[in-house]
């Protein structure tokens, strides 16, 4: 998909259909605009009148053959910004438009930014909305694919400033965005297949394409390598499968040698972002098995390791000027004869001993290794994302996700940075609490806690790990999969993560 900009009137722009995205008026102003009556002869102002349009977010309404517009198409949108931070309400119109047109046919759609945000913003948020909302997950359909001809997105920024810096800063964002639009597309794509295609060995191979294709070096370690490093907390949860595990590492570097130090934490240390994922390709939940309802939604239990590859893949294109490495272990969590028992003791990588006493909560095990591993890289600066606990469901549903840290600085750079990439993100409680709940009578760490606050322990036992590394857990158990379909986006897999760690990666790089 090809992106553009143009400061031309979108009456003007050769498109096959546009999209007008309409801030909700605060006051008592009118919806309607007078530039929209006279592109739309009076007609957008009637249905805005008779209701058919309202100041709802998401509103749409369908106009053919507008009057004095080039495009034969026209879908005007509704953005509230309500009381949130701001960010990714216009992705959320023009998503919302979108999927009222992506199958009729259209392969260029020209949509005019509201003036109520910054250009670059603006561009930002048209080039994601768009193309979120373009995916669907039905690649395994063999007739009666729901399928889009896009191929243009030209957005309109009449009535923006054009100065040279404006026109800099809105090309900047384009290419951010376009990038994060499709590292987005890659974490959904992996997160959609199903365990039996996906399996940790094949994950491995889809992520060294992927990388390759990126330009960024890729190195997979095979079961061998990972019993040799004595990663035992990440083999224990592979061992009842018959597919062997894998711990993916992505690196890449910029050009100029390590980087920029981070002046704001007053050290002089160069940041190593590394980016840690878990990868169950699938959750069974092992010996302690759970139950069959909803059991096939675990294979986007690898949603954490999608996200990172996919945030990867945006970053080779848009080079920021510090190192980010991503790692992903990647196990199948499996009932076999071979299979880890409830009890069993582990050495991790660390040389932290776990007491097993849930098969179930075998992300953590994966993760403890993988934080380990990713402090032997270098990396001083860490953030891992997880389909972790349904604890964490509990407490937020499926609209945030839930932010664990150990060191609150580096807790607000990501908040700040989920913020900026319009992704729901709110802060949990410092884990120091809830560390108590992991002591095992046998060994150093037991793998559960107590019955309630879940989410909480799971995120006490990976800071355990993280040590005095700043560190930052995203629990996304609630915001990887959309369980139904949404004005502008599809059921399945939601991408969640990948806006975020770009313009985490983005901002750690330029200061
Ligand atoms: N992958 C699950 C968590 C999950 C639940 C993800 C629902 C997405 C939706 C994780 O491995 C798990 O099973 N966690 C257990 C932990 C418990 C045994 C302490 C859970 O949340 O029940
Ligand atoms: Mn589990
Ligand atoms: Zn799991």
Redesign the pocket.
């Known amino acids: 998909m090809q992106f553009e900009t143009t400061w031309k009137d979108i009456s003007d722009v050769a498109a096959d259909a546009a999209i007008g995205i309409l801030a909700a008026p605060a006051g008592d102003e009118a919806l309607v605009s007078a530039a929209w009556r006279n592109r739309t002869a009076g007609l957008a102002a009637e249905l805005a009148d008779s209701g058919e349009l309202s100041a709802k977010h998401q509103s749409t309404v369908l106009i053919h053959r507008p009057q004095s517009m080039a495009a034969a198409k026209l879908v005007l949108a509704t953005c509230d910004f309500g009381d949130e931070s701001g960010h990714g309400r216009i992705a959320e119109a023009a998503g919302a438009a979108w999927r009222r047109l992506r199958t009729t046919k259209v392969e260029s759609v020209a949509v005019q930014a509201p003036t109520s945000r910054s250009a670059e913003e603006a561009v930002g948020e048209v080039i994601e909305g768009i193309a979120a909302a373009d995916y669907e997950p039905d690649q395994y359909k063999t007739k009666d694919r729901s399928e889009s001809k896009l191929k243009r997105v030209i957005v309109c920024l009449a009535g923006h400033e054009q100065s040279a810096a404006r026109v800099a800063a809105v090309e900047d964002g384009r290419r951010t965005s376009a990038a994060i639009a499709r590292g987005r597309t890659v974490a959904r794509e992996l997160a959609n297949e199903p365990g039996n295609l996906l399996p940790p060995r094949v994950l491995a191979e889809r992520a060294t394409a992927a990388a390759g294709k990126a330009g960024l070096e890729c190195e997979v370690l095979d079961q061998g390598q990972l019993e040799r490093l004595g990663a035992g907390a990440l083999l224990g949860v592979a061992q009842g499968s018959s597919e062997p595990p894998v711990m993916i590492v992505i690196r890449y570097r910029p050009d100029g040698g390590p980087a920029t130090s981070d002046a704001t934490r007053g050290s002089s240390e160069p940041v190593h972002l590394g980016l840690v994922g ?1 990868a ?1 390709s699938f ?1 069974t ?1 092992g010996i ?1 098995i ?1 139950p069959s309802p ?1 059991m096939h ?2 294979k ?2 690898m949603a954490g390791g999608a996200a990172m590859i996919g945030a990867m893949v945006a970053l080779a294109d848009l080079k920021p000027s510090i190192p980010v490495t991503a790692i992903v272990p990647s196990v199948e ?1 499996m009932p076999g004869g071979s299979a880890q028992r409830p009890g069993d003791v582990v050495t991790g990588l660390s040389g932290t001993t776990v007491e097993v006493l ?1 098969t ?4 953590r095990l994966i993760l403890a290794d993988a934080i380990t591993y990713a402090k032997g890289l270098g990396c001083n600066r860490l953030v891992d994302a997880a ?5 964490i ?1 509990v407490a937020l549903g499926h609209s945030y996700t839930g932010v664990f840290g150990n060191d609150s600085g580096w807790m607000e750079r990501v908040l700040e940075s989920a913020a900026r990439a319009g992704e729901r993100m709110w802060a949990m409680p410092p884990t120091t609490e809830y560390k108590q709940q992991l002591k095992s009578p046998i060994a150093d760490l037991a ?3 107590t019955r309630w606050g ?2 909480c ?2 995120a006490a036992f990976l800071t355990h790990f993280a040590d005095g590394t700043p560190f930052v857990h995203l629990d996304i ?2 915001t ?2 959309l369980e139904k379909t949404l004005p502008h986006a599809p059921v399945g897999p939601s991408g969640v993560g990948v806006a975020t760690l770009v313009r985490l990666a983005l901002r750690e790089a330029t200061n």
């Open positions: 878990k169950v959750d939940g302690s759970k909803d939604l675990m986007y239990d969590n849930n179930d909560a075998e992300g389909t972790l606990t349904g604890a469901v793998n559960i806690g879940g989410a322990s799971a158990a609630g990887a999969w």
